[in-house]
Antibody, heavy 119, light 107 residues
Framework: QVQLVQSGAEVKKPGASVKVSCKTS????????ISWVRQAPGQGLEWMGW????????NYAQKVQGRVTMTTDTSTNTAYMELRSLRSDDTAVYYC????????????WGQGSLVTVSS | AIRMTQSPSSFSASTGDRVTITCRAS??????LAWYQQKPGKAPKLLIY???SLQSGVPSRFSGSGSGTDFTLTISCLQSEDFATYYC?????????FGQGTKLEIK
């Protein structure tokens, strides 16, 4: 069955970077993309960006453009999201989600990774 | 970016009720709309895609309709497990956006 398993919780200081992983199984990684969605405490869902599992093409939301880098490792079917220059308002649960094409919906999600930014 | 506006933001209902949640797009998005259900502490779950197609395994009491700018999610007969927060998402643009969410609470 389709599975997306994310890395664990992280605590970071303001200005630091965090890299969250999303290891996938149960489907052909290179036939799909992965989107990253975050949710601040008590808030709604915010799409951050998408990466193609086929060729690594990316689309990023304007809000995080310049601070985020999404990558993949097709040898391990794993996607990564790195966010730099962390601020307190980056504190959120970060989800990866399977995305067919970059113009699609999210049919499977990871369990979420809590990133806390605090001095 | 395309803005998605849901209404209401929250409301209370009883088991057995028929409820409708509305999502409006700031520009036409054809039928490139999905609905998700999220329970506290859990990842969202896909309910509807293509505005009206039911995701496999989702109960038939959930239905979606609409095209262009106005969309609805209907739950025909509320069950206890349906009390959750619901989000719409447009994928007409590659810069995806979500609605702000509708929290459905028990009356």
């Amino acid at each position: 069955q389709v599975q997306l398993v994310q890395s664990g919780a992280e605590v970071k200081k303001p200005g630091a970077s965090v890299k969250v992983s999303c290891k996938t199984s149960g489907f052909t990684f290179t036939s799909y993309g992965i989107s990253w969605v975050r949710q601040a405490p008590g808030q709604g869902l915010e799409w951050m960006g998408w990466i193609s599992g086929y060729n690594g093409d990316t689309n990023y939301a304007q809000k995080v453009q310049g601070r985020v880098t999404m990558t993949t490792d097709t040898s391990t079917n794993t996607a990564y999201m790195e966010l730099r220059s962390l601020r307190s308002d980056d504190t959120a649960v970060y989800y990866c989600a399977r995305d067919l094409s970059g113009y699609s919906y999210f049919d499977s999600w990871g369990q979420g990774s809590l990133v806390t930014v605090s001095s | 970016a395309i803005r998605m506006t849901q209404s209401p933001s929250s409301f209370s209902a009883s088991t057995g009720d028929r409820v409708t949640i509305t999502c409006r797009a700031s520009q036409g998005i054809s039928n490139y709309l999905a609905w998700y259900q999220q329970k506290p502490g859990k990842a969202p779950k896909l309910l509807i895609y293509g505005a009206s197609s039911l995701q496999s395994g989702v109960p038939s009491r959930f239905s979606g309709s609409g095209s262009g700018t106005d969309f609805t999610l209907t739950i025909s007969c509320l069950q206890s497990e349906d009390f959750a927060t619901y989000y719409c998402q447009q994928y007409y643009s590659y810069l995806y956006t979500f609605g702000q969410g509708t929290k459905l609470e028990i009356k």
